[in-house]
């Protein structure tokens, strides 16, 4: 009976978690950009590090072919990705790792749980990571009776603060450093009450609290920036130690990775450990980078996992057109420069992944009818800024027009009566089909000038049209188009356009006849 | 069917439309050009934009430098692999810095390295362009934790392997290997974007490059 089925492509599988826009984008846009203080530390921060990007990707003659380089390179590896994990797999086995394979947040949490429960712990430290942000790990523990310590610093402040991470790499990006310090003195046992807001005094702060943690803590947990097929090899980034701390202390570190952050070859690193501290912390290299490969006797963790995640990886992988969101490699340039997230912030968008990656990797991951994913890829202006500062060249507004196309298909498959929208588009097409046709319409526009009145504006709009006109008013048409002017200034024939001759006229108009 | 098993069926349909493998370009730099004065200078600029204490000595003031250094210290911590000669100088007073060697036989604990003033260890490579020391495990660095839990790390590298670009480092590392690589003390730009420095890593970052 199965046998049937053999090489039937299946259904993309879809991803759950927190992937979700749980609000229609613009309504959540609307409550956060009420709040100024928000609207402020956003702004500071976003036009810091972009100012911090610009100035060390300029030091690098290179810059460009390097991306060039990057993105050619996960292409490849997106493209042989069941090679790449088995060779992965058979690299970080052989030295001595164990990995698990989990096919959404569901499964990932529960191999996690069971990993921890073996060592017999209840407590367990954590590193940042976006791949166990997405599972809501940390909820899950907390349900079972294990309590998870963020260790990195804006992570921390977030969970003292009972928030939610608003940036991929700066999580509390939202609070300013008195905020930092308000949270610190009514959530953190034992601290100083005379703790200043200077970054340094809340950084030493942080230093105090986690300390013993570090030093007792038997159990970590953490993501990974890269895996490395060819050696076995992961990686993460970080600039506190306190990456270095969990990776190295404890006796079990548990690593959770999306399956989509290989790189073909250890050389390949040469590449990404030089576009990602550059467009992330606009740093020419992050403090600290620590590489691991399986366990290595007597020094590090002696047990050693790693949980390969899919959880709607494979489904955005199956979008010929939105696949390339798979490159992305987390540096967070994309919403640093966006002119909507430095305005909304993280928090408008729902899902774990904000700003533009996150307006077409959450949808894509979830599919576009989930929740209010089909929201998610019209907050933009598609000014391109993310695929110009991308370092993996990802054509993001490409990609959100494309999903945009999704959501309407979707719509039309849903709704069998035609919409406002289909009529007018319907409208249009029959319009701009032929000049004469179109001639007509514009024989229209002195009703128009009638309706703007003496005051020459429009100011209500019927129907959908009317979402334009609540914000702004239009001005009246003009009693003619240019369609109709032209005709009326030129006899056909013999148009002469001012200051050319017949001759050039006629040059200048091949690539029109073509 | 085994997740595994499941994952890879779904990447396979994902696939299906066989999308070409792009043959990847590499036209950054891979080799420096720099002569080896260059190449000192620059790391120690950018060792010092990231608040490291540079110290540029040659090789046989090494343990003059380093006895300097620890002046005021009552314990340290080295790899077994370190130089001995490194550490002529230190025991010149009277015995009052305790020197605690981490070998595979002796293996210091948490508790002990939390105790002790710094850490000395040597270095595998750096990168100029980017104020980078890769440690790689070697017996002269010693295991990850000991350059880890001390406040104070002095690291000592041989000018020679100074190296301009990251794919020179790479090309002489070996992935297997447990590696630190390390631009500067411990730092966070987490509150508002600005860099600070001390964490929860070394607070300080000594490095001593000999020429």
């Given at each position: 009976m199965s046998n049937t089925f053999l090489g039937m492509p299946a259904l993309p599988v879809f991803g759950h978690g927190n992937l979700n826009a749980t609000e229609p984008f613009p309504q959540a846009a609307r409550r956060e950009l009420a709040n100024t203080q928000l609207r402020a530390?956003?702004?500071?921060?976003?036009?810091?590090?972009?100012?911090?990007?610009?100035?060390?990707?300029?030091?690098?003659?290179?810059?460009?072919?390097?991306?060039?380089?990057?993105?050619?390179?996960?292409?490849?590896?997106?493209?042989?990705?069941?090679?790449?994990?088995?060779?992965?797999?058979?690299?970080?086995?052989?030295?001595?790792?164990?990995?698990?394979?989990?096919r959404d947040a569901q499964e990932a949490n529960e191999i996690v749980t069971a990993l921890i429960r073996e060592t017999g712990e209840t407590e367990v430290v954590k590193v940042k990571s976006m791949a166990t942000q997405e599972i809501g790990l940390n909820e899950y523990l907390e349900e079972q009776g294990i309590a998870a310590y963020e260790t990195d610093l804006a992570e921390l402040i977030v969970q003292l603060d009972h928030d939610k991470p608003s940036h991929i790499l700066v999580p509390a990006i939202h609070k300013n450093r008195s905020q930092v310090r308000e949270i610190f003195l009514r959530e953190m046992p034992g601290v100083d009450p005379l703790l200043t807001d200077e970054p340094a005094r809340l950084a030493e702060a942080a230093r105090k609290h986690l300390r013993k943690k570090f030093l007792t803590a038997k159990v970590a947990i953490s993501g990974a920036n890269f895996g490395l097929a060819d050696t076995g090899t992961l990686t993460v980034v970080e600039s506190e130690g306190n990456g270095r701390m969990c990776l190295t202390l404890p006796e079990t570190l548990i690593t959770v990775m999306g399956i989509e952050k290989l790189l073909p070859s250890w050389s390949d690193l040469e590449v990404f450990m030089q576009l990602l501290p550059?467009?992330?912390?606009?740093?020419?290299?992050?403090?600290?980078?620590?590489?691991?490969?399986?366990?290595?006797?007597?020094?590090?963790?002696?047990?050693?996992h790693l949980v390969m995640l899919d959880n709607g990886r494979t489904a955005?992988?199956?979008?010929?057109?939105?696949?390339?969101?798979?490159?992305?490699?987390?540096?967070?340039?994309?919403?640093?420069?966006?002119?909507?997230?430095?305005?909304?912030?993280?928090?408008?968008?729902?899902?774990?992944?904000?700003?533009?990656?996150?307006?077409?990797?959450?949808?894509?991951?979830?599919?576009?009818?989930s929740e209010e994913n089909n929201s998610l890829p019209y907050a933009s202006s598609l000014c391109g800024a993310c695929f110009d500062a991308c370092p993996v060249k990802i054509n993001i507004p490409e990609i959100l027009v494309h999903l945009r196309g999704e959501d309407i298909d979707s719509q039309r498959a849903k709704i069998k009566v035609p919409t406002q929208m289909d009529l007018l588009m319907k409208g249009a097409e029959w319009a701009f089909s032929s000049g004469t046709k179109l001639n007509l319409l514009e024989r229209g526009l002195p009703l128009g000038k009638l309706a703007a009145g003496r005051d020459k504006v429009i100011k209500k709009l019927p129907g959908i049209a009317g979402?334009?006109?609540?914000?702004?008013?239009?001005?009246?048409?003009?009693?003619?188009?240019?369609?109709?002017?032209?005709?009326?200034?030129?006899?056909?024939?013999?148009?002469?356009?001012?200051?050319?001759?017949p001759g050039n006229s006629a040059e200048n108009s091949e690539g029109e006849q073509a | 069917?085994?997740?595994?098993?499941?994952?890879?069926?779904?990447?396979?349909?994902?696939?299906?439309?066989?999308?070409?493998?792009?043959?990847?370009?590499r036209e950054y730099r891979r080799s420096s050009n720099m002569s080896a004065e260059q190449r000192l200078e620059q790391l120690v600029d950018r060792l010092e934009d990231y608040k490291a204490n540079v110290f540029v000595t040659p090789a046989a003031k090494a343990p003059a430098k380093l006895a300097e250094l620890l002046a005021g210290s009552s314990s340290?911590?080295?790899?077994?692999?370190?130089?001995?000669?490194?550490?002529?100088?230190?025991?010149?007073?009277?015995?009052?810095?305790?020197?605690?060697?981490?070998?595979?036989?002796?293996?210091?604990?948490?508790?002990?390295?939390?105790?002790?003033?710094?850490?000395?260890?040597?270095?595998?490579t750096a990168v100029s362009e980017t104020g980078t020391i890769m440690l790689d495990g070697s017996e002269d660095q010693g295991r990850r934790i000991i350059s880890l839990v001390p406040d104070r790390h002095i690291c000592l590298l041989r000018a020679g392997d100074i190296v301009e670009v990251l794919p020179e480092a790479i090309a002489r590392l070996e992935a297997t290997r447990p590696q630190t690589w390390i631009s500067g003390p411990s730092a966070t730009s987490d509150i508002e974007l600005e860099r600070v420095e001390g964490v929860h890593g070394p607070r300080i970052l000594d490095v001593i490059i000999l020429t």
């Amino acid at each position: 009976m199965s046998n049937t089925f053999l090489g039937m492509p299946a259904l993309p599988v879809f991803g759950h978690g927190n992937l979700n826009a749980t609000e229609p984008f613009p309504q959540a846009a609307r409550r956060e950009l009420a709040n100024t203080q928000l609207r402020a530390n956003l702004g500071h921060a976003t036009h810091t590090i972009r100012d911090k990007r610009l100035k060390v990707v300029a030091e690098l003659p290179d810059w460009e072919q390097m991306r060039d380089s990057g993105s050619a390179i996960k292409d490849a590896t997106m493209a042989n990705l069941p090679g790449m994990l088995e060779a992965f797999e058979a690299n970080f086995t052989q030295r001595g790792g164990i990995i698990h394979w989990a096919r959404d947040a569901q499964e990932a949490n529960e191999i996690v749980t069971a990993l921890i429960r073996e060592t017999g712990e209840t407590e367990v430290v954590k590193v940042k990571s976006m791949a166990t942000q997405e599972i809501g790990l940390n909820e899950y523990l907390e349900e079972q009776g294990i309590a998870a310590y963020e260790t990195d610093l804006a992570e921390l402040i977030v969970q003292l603060d009972h928030d939610k991470p608003s940036h991929i790499l700066v999580p509390a990006i939202h609070k300013n450093r008195s905020q930092v310090r308000e949270i610190f003195l009514r959530e953190m046992p034992g601290v100083d009450p005379l703790l200043t807001d200077e970054p340094a005094r809340l950084a030493e702060a942080a230093r105090k609290h986690l300390r013993k943690k570090f030093l007792t803590a038997k159990v970590a947990i953490s993501g990974a920036n890269f895996g490395l097929a060819d050696t076995g090899t992961l990686t993460v980034v970080e600039s506190e130690g306190n990456g270095r701390m969990c990776l190295t202390l404890p006796e079990t570190l548990i690593t959770v990775m999306g399956i989509e952050k290989l790189l073909p070859s250890w050389s390949d690193l040469e590449v990404f450990m030089q576009l990602l501290p550059r467009s992330s912390t606009g740093e020419r290299m992050n403090p600290y980078t620590s590489l691991w490969t399986g366990v290595t006797p007597g020094d590090g963790p002696q047990n050693v996992h790693l949980v390969m995640l899919d959880n709607g990886r494979t489904a955005a992988l199956a979008d010929k057109m939105g696949r390339t969101a798979l490159n992305c490699i987390r540096c967070s340039a994309c919403m640093n420069v966006c002119p909507v997230y430095e305005r909304t912030g993280g928090h408008a968008y729902g899902s774990t992944y904000p700003g533009p990656i996150g307006a077409i990797l959450s949808p894509l991951m979830t599919g576009i009818k989930s929740e209010e994913n089909n929201s998610l890829p019209y907050a933009s202006s598609l000014c391109g800024a993310c695929f110009d500062a991308c370092p993996v060249k990802i054509n993001i507004p490409e990609i959100l027009v494309h999903l945009r196309g999704e959501d309407i298909d979707s719509q039309r498959a849903k709704i069998k009566v035609p919409t406002q929208m289909d009529l007018l588009m319907k409208g249009a097409e029959w319009a701009f089909s032929s000049g004469t046709k179109l001639n007509l319409l514009e024989r229209g526009l002195p009703l128009g000038k009638l309706a703007a009145g003496r005051d020459k504006v429009i100011k209500k709009l019927p129907g959908i049209a009317g979402g334009w006109t609540k914000t702004r008013d239009i001005p009246a048409p003009p009693s003619q188009s240019f369609r109709q002017w032209w005709d009326k200034e030129h006899t056909p024939g013999t148009a002469v356009v001012p200051g050319m001759t017949p001759g050039n006229s006629a040059e200048n108009s091949e690539g029109e006849q073509a | 069917m085994s997740a595994r098993e499941d994952i890879m069926g779904r990447i396979k349909s994902a696939l299906r439309d066989a999308p070409e493998t792009p043959v990847v370009p590499r036209e950054y730099r891979r080799s420096s050009n720099m002569s080896a004065e260059q190449r000192l200078e620059q790391l120690v600029d950018r060792l010092e934009d990231y608040k490291a204490n540079v110290f540029v000595t040659p090789a046989a003031k090494a343990p003059a430098k380093l006895a300097e250094l620890l002046a005021g210290s009552s314990s340290i911590v080295v790899p077994h692999g370190l130089p001995k000669e490194w550490l002529a100088e230190l025991t010149d007073d009277a015995g009052s810095l305790a020197v605690h060697v981490d070998s595979p036989e002796r293996r210091l604990t948490v508790a002990e390295l939390d105790a002790v003033d710094a850490v000395v260890t040597a270095a595998a490579t750096a990168v100029s362009e980017t104020g980078t020391i890769m440690l790689d495990g070697s017996e002269d660095q010693g295991r990850r934790i000991i350059s880890l839990v001390p406040d104070r790390h002095i690291c000592l590298l041989r000018a020679g392997d100074i190296v301009e670009v990251l794919p020179e480092a790479i090309a002489r590392l070996e992935a297997t290997r447990p590696q630190t690589w390390i631009s500067g003390p411990s730092a966070t730009s987490d509150i508002e974007l600005e860099r600070v420095e001390g964490v929860h890593g070394p607070r300080i970052l000594d490095v001593i490059i000999l020429t």
